[in-house]
């Protein structure tokens, strides 16, 4: 399950409990990150990114056999861990967010989108691809303004 509202009690999908991240007030992510994200979330990202979970893995800089040994004991990722994996939730939502506001497509995948804009060579990055600026959180940073300057049209 990834994180949700500490007030939350219902079932919810993994594209909803993005979206209900997203929606938190800074104070309640700061204090989900620090208790730390259930390993099985990045199972489940990667799945509702549908990208390999080895390459989710390694943009994150997650060790496999870390999150693969949390998963099967039903632990939490570290807070430095869960941050990261955090920063990639924020990421989904602000896809989300940029595509209700705008006139775009009826039927958008925010999560597969940015599962695949990720690893793809950006010429504003240098040829380089998002993906490879997720392992900081400077770098997600970094991303989450570029995907600021698509929105507004600054995109170069």
Known sequence: ???TSPLSHRKLGAFERIIEWYQ???????????RGIPARSVRELAQAMKVPQHALFNSLALSRSTVNRRVQRNQVLSPADSER?????????????????????PRFDAAHWIGQW??????????RTAASYLDTLEGQRLILDLLGRMESGAYS
């Not at 938190?24 to 620090?34: F, G, Y």
């Not at 939730?89 to 775009?104: C, F, N, P, V, Y």
């Open 1 to 3: 399950m990834m994180i």
């Open 24 to 34: 938190l007030a800074p104070v309640d992510k700061i204090a989900l990150i620090r």
């Open 85 to 105: 994996v955090a920063g990639m939730q924020e990421l989904i939502g602000r896809a989300h967010a940029m595509w209700k506001t705008s006139d775009g497509f």
């Open 118 to 127: 990720l690893f793809e060579p950006l010429p504003a990055l240098g040829g």
